[in-house]
């Protein structure tokens, strides 16, 4: 691994501190590189998203940069909640380079609520996941909504590699003080 290649290990010890340990599942939820849907069926039983947006829009430098595409290409954003029953249990926004996609993923995507996980496996897309990120945040009003709490949230970032090029890029969130008590 190169000087400047984001190791999941380190961040995770950056994390924690004398104030902030984490749970065996909040570790693995920060660094699996597999399925997060697959994590969480296994956790609760059978999960279900609530799709709170989703949209076509023009990539802005950042994103573009982020997804190796031209600015302006259009990506399909979506904000999701995955929960069971009606707990919230992670807030995921994804950015997805339309021209990336079959029709069949893309109809799955935007006319159902069904996690980005179990339509790359519907699909058989090979890929993989590669994490870009993972911190502490601060929560805004609609995270504070959602989860009904003032905790400050676990961030991780990473995308989703398919045929060598970023497929989705995913943010993922949750409550600091989530996936402790009955996750042991």
Avoid: W
Wanted: no cysteine.
């Amino acid at each position: 691994m190169g000087k400047n290649e984001f190791n999941i290990m380190d961040e995770i010890k950056r994390i924690e501190t004398e104030e902030v340990k984490l749970s065996n599942i909040q570790k693995i939820l920060l660094a699996t590189d597999g399925s997060v849907t697959t994590i969480l069926d296994v956790l609760n039983g059978r999960i279900s998203i609530k799709t709170l947006k989703q949209e076509y829009q023009e990539g802005n430098k950042e994103i573009a940069k982020i997804l190796n595409i031209n600015e302006g290409e259009k990506v399909n954003y979506r904000v999701v909640v995955m929960k069971k029953d009606k707990k919230p249990l992670i807030y995921a926004k994804s950015y997805i380079p339309l021209k990336r996609l079959s029709p069949e993923f893309k109809k799955d995507l935007i006319s159902a609520d069904i996690p980005i996980g179990r339509i790359l496996k519907k699909y058989n897309i090979e890929s993989r996941r590669e994490v870009q990120s993972a911190l502490i945040k601060k929560p805004n009003k609609e995270l504070k909504e959602i989860f009904k709490t003032e905790a400050d949230f676990l961030s991780r970032s990473y995308n989703i590699i398919h045929n060598n090029e970023i497929l989705i890029t995913i943010e993922e969130i949750f409550p600091l003080d989530s996936f402790i008590n009955s996750y042991k």
